[in-house]
T-cell receptor
């Protein structure tokens, strides 16, 4: 398994500002993903971070709001732009790697974002 | 499209058994099971592949019924460390790496 870290672990931000969340994996991974999770709820996929190409976004999520970078095989960032209180959530990144002979995802600890 | 899990919550005494179900309205190609403790990252438990092959955890077993588009996770002789919220993840479509996570089942094990 891999170790995935995220920065910051939590933040409180003002409406209209932007926050960039970093995700670092301790080994190279081909696929990285970003999720949003409301407390007590399930995980919702925001986008797939592709190394060397633009991220691919899920329905309901757009690049202008959630720009993503993937400069190499161990690192990605997600920016939450022009924040509103509705953006308050936990944001998780994951990296896909092989476990038990097949591919699955390993998750970072999450970034808890509160927008005032 | 999101898989539905049942039950929503389970309360157990140590040593008791539990079954968590994951039902999909779409065809299943693989099912990934995760456990998430409060304030922590989801942790991979196991994966079930089409054809019934199971890979992952040694003490937790699961089944995969393609016809019923359903998977079940079996927790036997539960331990306090089993407490947490369990999520199933299913592939968004065939041969994709994207997962759609189920509604979740909260499990609490008491001494």
């Amino acid at each position: 398994s891999a170790v995935i870290s995220q920065k910051p672990s939590r933040d409180i931000c003002q409406r209209g500002t932007s926050l960039t969340i970093q995700c670092q994996v301790d080994s190279q991974v081909t696929m990285m993903f970003w999720y949003r999770q409301q407390p007590g709820q399930s995980l919702t996929l925001i986008a797939t971070a592709n190394q060397g190409s633009e991220a691919t976004y899920e329905s309901g999520f757009v690049i202008d709001k959630f720009p993503i970078s993937r400069p190499n095989l161990t690192f990605s960032t997600l920016t939450v732009s022009n924040m509103s209180p509705e953006d308050s959530s936990i944001y998780l990144c994951s990296g896909q790697m092989t476990a038990a002979g097949t591919d699955t995802q390993y998750f970072g600890p999450g970034t808890r974002l509160t927008v005032l | 499209q999101q898989p539905v899990q049942s039950p929503q919550a389970v309360i157990l005494r140590e040593g008791e058994d539990a079954v968590i179900n994951c039902s999909s309205s779409k065809a299943l190609y693989s099912v990934h099971w995760y456990r998430q403790k409060h304030g922590e990252a989801p942790v991979f438990l196991m994966i079930l592949l089409k054809g019934g092959e199971q890979k992952g955890h040694e003490k937790i077993s699961a089944s995969f019924n393609e016809k019923k588009q359903q998977s079940s996770l079996y927790l036997t002789a539960s331990q306090l460390s089993y407490s947490g919220t369990y999520f199933c993840g299913t592939e968004k479509s065939y041969n994709t790496d994207k997962l759609i996570f189920g509604t979740g089942t909260r499990l609490q094990v008491f001494p």
